[in-house]
Structures are given as structure tokens and as C-alpha cells.
């Protein structure tokens, strides 16, 4: 008598559909690893950059409150030499080599296909697509920035600008940076500097003080 269960698997094995089958089963685990593997990596990479996110913001704040602490007990700014032309009893307490960056216009086509297939090789519609813009900051020079009893100065390679503490409107404090606004300027700029809680600190007691060097009340703490 013909054995039922080898002539079930040996007409299996012969319909063509069974290693198509066989295949896409294969395909799905061997995808279902490496996705896993791949999941597993985008997570661990968002970890290292949340923590290290975390780190940078601890140090630059325990410097920052270092630095409040010596003028504090100093009761003035520290006074610094600096090569650039300064006007007659102005003097400079912060400089660092930057990079001056500025917002562009960035244009993106966005576009999408409103057609309706009706037969194979036969579709009825359109393509549609429109522009969109928006701005990216860039990188425009580089140069020196330096903090003064009257001003704010960078002196780069290409370019150079100069803005008054009584023209700033506001600062934005980064982790990596430091972002003014002026009347002056109708687009804002952004200094890339090693510690931007120091920088925003001197700029805002200097803006108090009308540019004396003298130390106000203070009452902050970086965390």
C-alpha cells in the first residue's frame, strides 16, 4: 500500500506555489530579525543622543555657576585683551572663534499623482506638485565673536557685524549656541559658542548695567 503521508509531501513539494511559499516564509523571519536588530539601534542611538544631550547641559552649567560665583565675590567682570579696534573706554570680558550663521531660504518641491488607473497601461489623471519654502540656518563666515561694555562684534573672514547692547532684543540661550535678535537686523544670528550660559549671562549684565562693569543683584542658577 502506497504511503499516504509521502505522496501528500512529494505532491506537495511539486506545486509550484510551495517554494514561493516556502521562500516568503523564510523572507518574513529573516526580515522580522533584522528589523528587530534595526529597531533595537535606532533606540540605542536616540539614547546616546538624549544622554549625551543630558551631559552637555550638566557641564555647561556647572561652569556658568562657577563663573557667577568668581564675579560674584569679584564684583566685576573679568577685562580681556583683544586684538580687535575698540572705541575709547570700551573694553572686552568674553572672545571666541565662531562661525557667524544666518537663516536661507530653503525651496522643496512637494508634489503627488491624482490619476485613476482604468485598465492595465491605461490611467486618466494628472501629476501635481507645488513649492514650498522655509528657512535653515547656515553657515555664512568665520570669525571671532567678542563681548564688549558697548557692543556685541564678530570679525570674520568675509564679513563682520557690530550690535549695539541697547539694540538687542532678545537672546536665546542653546546648548551649543547663542541666538540674538536686533532692531536693527530684520533676521536674527547665531553664534555656535563653547559655552553659551556664559555668553548669555555677561551680555544680559552688561545690557542691566548700561554697559558698567559692575554686578547687579544676581540671583540665577543653572541647572
Known amino acids: 500500500m502506497k504511503n499516504t503521508k509521502s505522496t501528500f509531501v512529494s505532491d506537495l513539494i511539486k506545486e509550484p506555489c510551495f517554494w514561493g511559499i516556502l521562500a516568503s516564509i523564510f ?34 552649567a556647572t561652569q556658568a555657576n562657577s563663573f557667577v560665583d568668581k564675579i560674584k565675590k569679584d564684583g566685576k567682570l573679568p577685562i580681556i585683551q583683544t586684538n580687535a579696534l575698540l572705541d575709547a573706554n570700551e573694553q572686552a570680558f568674553l572672545s571666541e ?5 544666518e537663516t536661507r531660504a530653503v525651496r522643496q518641491t512637494v508634489g503627488g499623482f491624482g490619476g485613476v488607473r482604468l485598465a492595465k497601461g491605461v490611467v486618466v489623471g494628472r501629476s501635481s506638485s507645488r513649492s514650498e519654502s522655509h528657512q535653515e540656518w547656515r553657515d555664512i563666515d568665520n570669525g571671532q565673536l567678542i563681548i564688549t561694555n558697548k557692543r556685541i562684534m564678530y570679525l570674520g573672514a568675509k564679513e563682520n557685524r557690530s550690535i549695539l547692547l541697547d539694540k538687542i532684543m532678545t537672546i536665546e540661550t542653546y546648548l551649543n549656541a547663542i541666538e540674538i535678535t536686533s532692531e536693527t537686523r530684520t533676521k536674527s544670528l547665531q553664534f555656535p559658542v563653547t559655552n553659551p550660559y556664559i555668553w548669555s549671562t555677561v551680555i544680559q549684565i552688561l545690557r542691566s548695567t548700561k554697559g558698567e562693569n559692575r554686578i547687579p543683584d544676581l540671583n540665577i542658577t543653572f541647572q
Open 27 to 60: 523572507v518574513f523571519f529573516a526580515i522580522s530579525k533584522y528589523l528587530s536588530i534595526l529597531i533595537a539601534i535606532i533606540i540605542l542611538i536616540r539614547w546616546n543622543i538624549k544622554n549625551s544631550k543630558i551631559k552637555r547641559k550638566e557641564f555647561i
Open 97 to 101: 572663534n565662531t562661525k557667524l550663521q
